[in-house]
């Protein structure tokens, strides 16, 4: 792990604070008070992001229940932890139920509304903790176990709007979105009834999210944010925001978003790979080939430059809930597509229970549980983490390694990844039919059954929907 400098009379005293503070009211943390040094390039070259659902991660729905776990994390190989928001949630208009026609908990009996927990992004205050997941303590507990264990801890932020009950509402309606007749309005074109959508026109509302921001990076030491529909906030609000917190220390940031521009000068470290992820859905139902990914490939070479990151996933919070679990989209072929998201460029995502093959749409505003079975899929996940971060091969940050797209037959996608004299080559076959084929010539480990083999250029057989992943001795 990394250490810097370490007082024990300023960060005792630190985390012995036993209120949330107003950010206004605490200093800066000291530099030589840091425990743990802030994420570098060289950190995301070999990671692997883990989105925390702390409401449905356990029975408890607790940071110190998810906390305990970090440890077991780190066996995956994550380097960050990214928490989806663990703010106060709005009581007005708190959603019950999504889609067109959803509800607010108030529209149900008065016996039923307490059940009704609302959805994380209708965020009442920025700088405080939801009481649903404990305190600011516990809060910090699990962000020095985090640290401790050589891993950084991103907030999910919400900057696109507000829930009702955030007191900019009634002390700063200038802050919002109004229509004609000067009523704040949910931000337009979407379903999102219980949010307030932000003026960004207002300049002292920027300064004020910019404060808030600063807060959690400069007195709770998180590493960074994934925000929230990014690409719906002005860039010039994220030309002034990123670097103001970059000032003030090494952070990463993740957009929820596909938009190459966020990643230019310096802004967002990471984007999602949308259409990577909808596309593995369309090869694992047959309605796209080998062809598609290669064509893909080429458009994110074409799109995005060298040192831009696409988080690579095949489930997260959205499509869990909404569009399906992975069995759901993906069948019985999860392994090979798990096998190729690891090992395409990019970074790879584990949401919360897919480490133990989570076969369950987890509510959205209702409590919920994954289950804590390790199996196959739990080990496979954590040999391929181990194989991400100790193989420069696999690289996939901003100087990642090279991919080389090898011919093959239509429905047998083969590549090669190096880096540093490291080689690791993937093949799959992405059809109902055994076939046989041929690889480089070379002397291989095999991954699956860790056993060297020797290549002379013979072709040898590879079952319908199966993977390899071959290191090049």
Not at 43 to 72: C, H, L, V
Not at 130 to 157: M, S
Request: proline fraction near 4%.
């Amino acid at each position: 792990m990394k250490k810097s400098i370490l007082t024990i009379f300023i960060i005792t005293a630190f985390f012995s604070c036993k209120d949330n503070k107003n950010k206004d009211e605490i200093k800066e943390i000291p530099e030589e008070a840091m425990v743990f040094s802030p994420i570098s390039t060289s950190d995301m070259e070999n990671a692997i992001i883990y989105e925390a659902n702390i409401r449905q991660y356990s029975p408890e729905g607790t940071f110190q229940e998810f906390t305990k776990d970090i440890p077991q994390l780190k066996t995956l190989g994550v380097k960050i932890i990214w928490l989806m928001p663990v703010f106060p949630i709005s009581e007005t208009k708190r959603k019950a139920t999504g889609g067109t026609d959803s509800k607010f908990a108030s529209d149900f009996p008065e016996e039923e509304q307490a059940k009704y927990l609302g959805s994380y992004y209708a965020v009442s205050d920025f700088t405080k903790i939801n009481p649903e997941f404990g305190t600011i303590e516990d809060f910090r507990a699990l962000v020095r176990t985090a640290h401790d264990n050589g891993i950084y801890v991103i907030l999910d932020w919400v900057p696109n709007h507000t829930g009702w009950d955030h007191e900019w509402i009634k002390n700063h309606p200038e802050y919002y979105t109004q229509n004609e007749a000067g009523e704040i309005i949910h931000p337009e074109g979407t379903d999102w009834t219980d949010v307030a959508d932000l003026n960004y026109d207002n300049q002292h509302m920027r300064k004020e999210m910019i404060d808030d921001m600063l807060y959690w990076i400069t007195q709770e030491d998180v590493d960074g944010f994934r925000c929230d529909v990014a690409g719906s906030v002005p860039m010039n609000f994220w030309e002034k925001a990123i670097p103001t917190l970059r000032n003030k220390k090494d952070i990463f940031m993740l957009a929820e978003a596909w938009e190459p521009e966020l990643l230019k000068e310096n802004l967002f470290d990471m984007a999602y790979g949308w259409e990577g992820h909808h596309l593995m859905n369309d090869m694992a139902k047959g309605e796209k080939n080998i062809k598609d990914f290669d064509t893909y490939i080429q458009k994110v070479s074409k799109d995005y430059a060298s040192d831009d990151i696409l988080m690579n996933f095949i489930t997260n919070h959205d499509e869990n809930s909404w569009n399906g679990t992975i069995k759901e989209r993906m069948s019985d072929k999860k392994d090979l597509f798990t096998a190729l998201y690891y090992t395409m460029p990019g970074m790879p995502l584990i949401y919360s229970g897919q480490e133990y093959d989570l076969d369950h749409r987890l509510k959205f505003f209702e409590k919920d549980s994954i289950p804590k079975s390790k199996g196959n899929y739990f080990d496979l996940l954590r040999r391929l983490g181990e194989l991400k971060n100790t193989n420069d091969a696999l690289n996939g940050g901003k100087n990642a390694a090279s991919f080389k797209l090898i011919e093959s037959k239509e429905h047998i996608l083969m590549f090669s990844r190096s880096k540093n004299g490291n080689t690791v080559y993937f093949v799959g076959n992405f059809s109902d039919d055994a076939d046989n084929i041929s690889m480089p010539e070379g002397t291989f480990k095999d991954f699956m059954s860790e056993e060297k083999i020797e290549l002379n250029g013979d072709a040898f057989k590879i079952e319908p929907w199966e993977y390899k992943i071959l290191i090049q001795q």
